[in-house]
C-alpha cells in the first residue's frame, strides 16, 4: 500500500484548504483511513477518520465543525476539508490507512499506532 498526501501550503488566518490523499496497491474500500498531523515539538495528533464505506465519520474536538473528511472510492482518494484555518492548525498533515474488512467501528480508534500504513505528509501553515 502506498499513500500520497498532497495539497498543504500556505494559507493566512479564516481561509481554507483541500488536503488529498491517493492510495494504491491494494482496494482502497477495504482501508479506514485517516488524516493525524505533527506540530513541531509535538507528539502526532488523531485529526478525522473515516470508515472504509465513507458513511461514518469521527472527528477530534479541536478541528470538528471546521474539517470534513471524506472519500473518493472510485478516484482512491481520501480527503481533508479544513476551513477557518488557525495557527494553532500549523503542522505536517499524515493520511493513514488501515485494513478492516468488515464493517465495523474501527474508525473511532484515534492512536497513531492503530494505522499500519502512512503517507509521507504536507505541510500546513497557517499565519496569523
Known amino acids: 500500500v502506498q499513500l500520497q498526501a498532497s495539497g498543504g501550503g500556505l494559507m493566512q488566518a479564516g481561509g481554507s484548504l483541500k488536503l488529498s490523499c491517493a492510495f494504491s496497491?491494494?482496494?482502497?474500500?477495504?482501508?479506514?483511513m485517516a488524516w493525524f498531523r505533527q506540530a513541531p515539538g509535538k507528539e502526532r495528533e488523531f485529526v478525522a477518520s473515516?470508515?472504509?464505506?465513507?458513511?461514518?465519520?469521527y472527528y477530534a474536538d479541536s478541528v470538528q465543525g471546521r474539517f470534513t473528511i471524506s472519500r473518493d472510492n472510485a478516484k482512491n482518494a481520501a480527503l481533508l476539508q479544513m476551513n477557518s484555518l488557525t495557527p494553532e492548525d500549523t503542522a505536517v498533515y499524515y493520511c493513514a490507512g488501515q485494513f478492516t474488512p468488515f464493517d465495523g467501528n474501527y474508525y473511532r480508534n484515534t492512536g497513531a499506532s492503530r494505522y499500519i500504513y502512512w503517507g509521507q505528509g504536507t505541510q500546513v501553515t497557517v499565519s496569523s
Open positions: 473515516i470508515n472504509r464505506i465513507g458513511g461514518s465519520t
Open positions: 496497491g491494494r482496494t482502497f474500500g477495504s482501508y479506514t
